[in-house]
């Protein structure tokens, strides 16, 4: 009791095919919750088309269970139950000689919806699917492919069906219109509430869409899990290769953190006098100073101009300090400091823990350096890199 069923559930599913020697889907279990955009991805021949359409009982399965809503699809009347659950293929399955309106209120009639519903439906879609009112009129091939598959999209989201089943529903769009789509689809899915189940074989559109990614190879499971968990946990070489080594070597860059980078500071304790600061800023051809208590806190900088103007009338470091300055944590992500970092006039930024105590600084020359490897790879020349500071 009060537990979430979920949307689908697959149970130790198996599919055999007659005269196949190897199953076409084997021994699978997963879950598809409420809201979920699972993306099933693999090769071709893995099983993907396989596996999804015994949701809605196109193909029949061999061994296990699949539930929809908790329960067992065989216990639904099949045509029923695929009313009830969207479908969209690549050649978005219009009726070629159907307008686009007739097109659009096909399944809604079929489901008997009352006829003034129907009458504003075909206007809302085709706003939504942001295509011009005058298109209803038409017939599907005076529209180009993308528009065509707006139309799909638009139809199978708009319904009222909660779950849609989407099978390379983009594989035949050039790069542009695709983006377009899945914007579409994504915007849709947030906002009507739409659990999907997506089958692709490109990682990249896997990546941006899914909540779910589920990664199949002849017919068995290999990984599931979240885009990040897929992108920086991949099972294994086949899921590895899926990716791409672009995206790797980008996954890696995205996930440096401070403390990846961070080098030692040149610091001075605050009763220093301003002597041993300059002495100490001559050795280390550094223009600023770190300034720390006796237990590391970070109390501030100085800065040389300061020291200079006032060497005559301050005795100690703390009364030329400047508390006023911006600091980084060791676990927080490059990524989101980047810029904080570059377009700082400081050429680097003081990293503290917890406490307050100062562990490191990055510098920009670090940066640089993480940079380099982002766009050349970071082949044999990994480690150490940072320690070559440019100031
Ligand atoms: P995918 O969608 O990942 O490309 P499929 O689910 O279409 O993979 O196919 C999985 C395996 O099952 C493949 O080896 C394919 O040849 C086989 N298969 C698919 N449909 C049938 C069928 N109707 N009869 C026999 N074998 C099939
Ligand atoms: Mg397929």
Redesign the pocket.
């Known amino acids: 009791m009060g537990e979430k069923i979920p949307m689908v559930e697959f149970k130790d599913v198996s599919k055999i ?1 007659p005269k ?1 020697k190897n199953p ?1 889907v084997n021994h699978i279990s997963f879950e598809i919750d409420k809201g979920d955009f699972c993306c099933l991805i ?1 090769t ?8 999804m359409r015994m949701i809605n009982r196109m193909n029949s399965v061999t061994k296990g269970e699949v539930l929809v809503n908790g329960k067992n699809v065989k216990s639904f009347n099949p045509v029923n139950l695929r009313r009830h659950i969207g479908y969209v293929i690549q050649n978005n399955g219009l009726m070629p000689h159907m307008t686009i309106r007739d097109n659009i209120i096909l399944v809604p009639k079929l489901l008997k919806w009352p006829k003034e519903k129907l009458a504003g439906e075909a206007q809302k879609l085709i706003q939504m699917a942001e295509l011009p009112e005058s298109y209803l009129d038409r017939y599907p091939t005076e529209l180009s492919g993308g528009q065509q598959q707006r139309i799909g999209v638009v139809r199978a989201l708009a319904a009222n069906q909660n779950l849609i089943l989407m099978d390379e529903p983009f594989g035949a769009l050039d790069p542009i219109t695709r983006e377009s789509l899945q914007n579409l689809v994504q915007n849709l899915q947030v906002r009507l509430g739409k659990t999907i189940v997506f ?1 692709t074989h490109d990682m990249d559109e896997a990546l941006k869409l899914a909540t779910k990614v589920v990664v ?1 190879h002849d ?1 068995q499971l290999i990984q599931v899990g979240t885009p990040e968990e897929i992108l920086h946990h991949p099972a294994n070489d086949y899921v590895k290769s899926l990716i791409g080594e672009e995206r790797l070597s980008e996954a890696k860059y995205e996930t440096v953190k401070v403390k990846n980078v961070m080098t030692n500071p040149i610091k001075i304790d605050l009763g220093a006098s301003l002597p041993d600061a300059l002495t100490m800023m001559k050795e280390h051809r550094v223009d600023t100073l770190l300034v720390v208590d006796n237990s590391d806190h970070l109390k501030g900088y100085i800065s040389i101009d300061d020291l200079q103007r006032n060497y005559s009338n301050a005795s100690s470091v703390s009364d030329i300090l400047i508390t006023k300055l911006s600091t980084v944590g060791p676990d927080e992500y490059l990524r989101d400091n980047f810029s904080r970092i570059m377009s700082r006039n400081k050429s680097y930024i003081p990293v503290i823990d917890g406490d307050n105590k100062l562990v490191g600084i990055v510098t920009r020359a670090s940066l640089v350096n993480v940079v380099y490897q982002k766009i050349w790879g970071d082949k044999g020349h990994t480690q150490n890199n940072t320690e070559k500071e440019a100031n």
């Open positions: 095919y196949m076409a693999g071709s021949g893995s099983g993907k088309t396989t596996l089958v199949l017919g």
